[in-house]
Each structure stands twice: as C-alpha cells, then as structure tokens.
C-alpha cells in the first residue's frame, strides 16, 4: 500500500464522536481511497458525509479496512458500538 505520510486521528477537529482517538484513517494512493483502522478492543462504527450521501463502515477491533471514498466532508463520525445487552 503506498500511503501518505500522514494519517488522521486529530480528535474533535477531524472527528465527532466517543471513539475519535481510536481510528486512523489514511489516504492510500494506489487504490484512490482511505485505509481505516480500529485501534480499540471494541467495535467502531465510522460514518462519512459525502456528497450526496453517507457511507457507515463498522470495524471490528484491531481491524482494518479499504474505503472506496475520495473525499468526504468534515468532521467524520467514529462511535463505539455497545454490544451489551441490558
């Protein structure tokens, strides 16, 4: 993957949400998208404004994923997903 140098993980400014920390998102050259990765122990799910629509990818701890997206409008969102039952 070539990559470049820079990956995002700004907290609030780039991202909304309780699990901003914990994901990077970094533009892969190559393939003309994100690479996004969960770096927590629980599920993430990221969603993306992009014009005209929205794209929601759930990643599932320490995974990683291709996002075939060329921009998308600020912030991003990145929010735990509570699996627990009550």
Known sequence: MS????????GP???AGDACTDVTIVW?????????RNLSDRRVR?????WPSM???????????FVAISEFELP?????????VS
């Open 3 to 10: 990559a470049l140098p820079l990956s995002w993980n700004e």
């Open 13 to 15: 400014v780039t991202c």
């Open 28 to 36: 892969d050259r190559e393939r003309r998208g994100y690479y996004v």
């Open 46 to 50: 990221l969603t993306f404004t992009t």
């Open 55 to 65: 794209l929601a990818v759930i990643l599932q701890p320490l995974d990683g994923q």
């Open 76 to 84: 991003y969102r990145a929010e735990f997903i509570d699996d627990r």
